[in-house]
T-cell receptor, first 114, second 110 residues
């Protein structure tokens, strides 16, 4: 019962370094999402992939890129990390974009940029 | 982007007490969800609501979809220490994303 798996769980970067956060789901979901969670801000959508082969910007896409590698995997890349990107990053998936079915979340990646 | 107003921001209660929290929006939603997030983990779905006026229970948890479709409520009865965590609401309208509340942090004092 893995559900949504994120790696790594923790990471510390220096300003300007690059990094890719990995996400994989085993529920055969079509849609996948990347959120960031900051204190007092709730969850904010960075990018999403409605289906394999498509990606779209969310509310806060600047400084990030994504790749939907296949139906299972959706990665988030920071090309040049900035301290403002210190956050907890969550990947989520659901059956399909536009449906009212709930999203299922991974356990998060805690990222600190020094 | 839209953020839902969730209140209270934090609660400190004695074990055995009941808890109430709510979520409001300026937009109408067709779906309301309630999640719980334990420290160091991701949000886990507690209850999903799909119809205005709907009242749904999951053990000691009861949630309601407001009649106006702009609000939702979560109640926890007879709280226990493992209820500690952050509770999030989320609203959805067809074709759109889910929008999340800012969370209610619950502390249960044994």
């Amino acid at each position: 019962n893995a559900g949504v798996t994120q790696t790594p769980k923790f990471q510390v970067l220096k300003t300007g370094q690059s990094m890719t956060l990995q996400c994989a789901q085993d529920m055969n979901h079509n849609s996948m999402y990347w959120y960031r969670q900051d204190p007092g801000m709730g969850l904010r959508l960075i990018y999403y992939s409605a289906s394999e082969g498509t990606t779209d910007k969310g509310e806060v896409p600047n400084g990030y890129n994504v790749s939907r590698l296949n139906k299972r995997e959706f990665s988030l890349r920071l090309e040049s990390a900035a301290p403002s990107q210190t956050s907890v990053y969550f990947c989520a998936s659901r059956d399909r974009q536009g449906s009212n079915q709930p999203q299922h979340f991974g356990d998060g990646t805690r990222l600190s940029i020094l | 982007g839209q953020q839902l107003n969730q209140s209270p921001q934090s609660m400190f209660i004695q074990e055995g007490e009941d808890v109430s929290m709510n979520c409001t929006s300026s937009s109408i939603f067709n779906t309301w969800l309630w999640y719980k997030q334990d420290p160091g983990e991701g949000p886990v779905l507690l209850i999903a609501l799909y119809k205005a006026g709907e009242l749904t229970s999951n053990g000691r948890l009861t949630a309601q979809f407001g009649i106006t479709r702009k609000d939702s409520f979560l109640n926890i009865s007879a709280s226990i220490p493992s209820d500690v965590g952050i509770y999030f609401c989320a609203g959805h309208s067809p074709g759109n994303q889910f929008y999340f509340g800012t969370g209610t942090s619950l502390t249960v004092i044994p």
